[in-house]
């Protein structure tokens, strides 16, 4: 598994939930969205009922740790002002509150 088919999944996993609790105050998610107007592309953005995102997320198979990762996802949480990000792989999540 690589890390499109992983965050698909999750994808389609988040809004399933999404759609069978209309009380949650997120609405939908989205992949790869690009950050400003370069290359570079948030993997998961979970966005609330005001239109807002409220969490970015990178994928990696390899260590949710590992720096080009952190620093890529505190790079796009700060671009869209959202207050928490997080990396993951297949086994673990890690949370990060942006500043």
Known sequence: MNE????SDARKTIQSILADN???????V???E???????RRG??????EGDAVLTR??????PYVDPLLEDAFHNA?????????????NRFVLWKTF
């Open 44 to 49: 998961v953005i979970l966005y609330c009922k």
């Open 4 to 7: 499109w088919t992983f965050a």
């Open 34 to 40: 690009r950050s400003g107007g370069g290359q570079q």
């Open 58 to 63: 990178e994928i990696n198979c390899q260590s």
């Open 78 to 90: 700060n671009q869209k002002r959202v207050d928490y990000c997080f990396t993951r792989n297949v």
């Open 22 to 28: 209309p009380q949650l105050l997120f609405t939908e």
């Open 30 to 32: 989205k992949l790869e």
